[in-house]
């Protein structure tokens, strides 16, 4: 499992001051930008120097508690993995360990020039396997 640790910040909350829920998929690809960074294939550098992408085709959250500004809180990713797409699943955890949201993505390799589905390359297969 991939492990992170953010707090709630201002340009993240609505109103009343709670984690805005769009804010969640923002916060959940940021962690997924670190993980992929930890394993050695940033993605910048897949976008820059690969033949493949790793666009999101799916997304979905279920919201199971409130984060409110200043609250710490900890994101944790593990992976689902296929032969060309992977499924990412977040938990969004405050400090009591009360799962506030799980958000879920599912990306899929696709090759750059073509768009067409090709399978997962082996890095990316290496390190996803680390958070199964």
């Known amino acids: 499992m991939f492990k992170t640790q953010t707090n709630v910040k201002l340009q993240d909350t609505d109103a009343a001051g709670i984690l805005f829920f769009s804010n969640h ?45 200043g609250d710490k809180f900890s994101i944790s990713l593990k992976a689902e993995i296929g032969q060309t797409s992977f499924a990412l699943s977040c938990c969004f955890t405050d400090t009591q360990g009360n799962i506030a949201a799980e958000i879920r993505t599912i990306h899929v390799s696709v090759d750059k020039s073509t768009g067409a589905k090709i399978p997962l390359p082996e890095e990316v297969r290496r390190g996803l396997q680390s958070i199964c």
Request: aromatic share 12%.
């Open 25 to 69: 998929f923002r916060i959940a690809h940021t962690a997924y930008e670190d993980f992929m960074q930890s394993i050695g294939c940033g993605l910048d550098n897949i976008i820059r120097e690969s033949n493949y992408l790793l666009p999101i085709v799916h997304a979905e959250a279920d919201y199971k508690g409130t984060l409110c500004l």
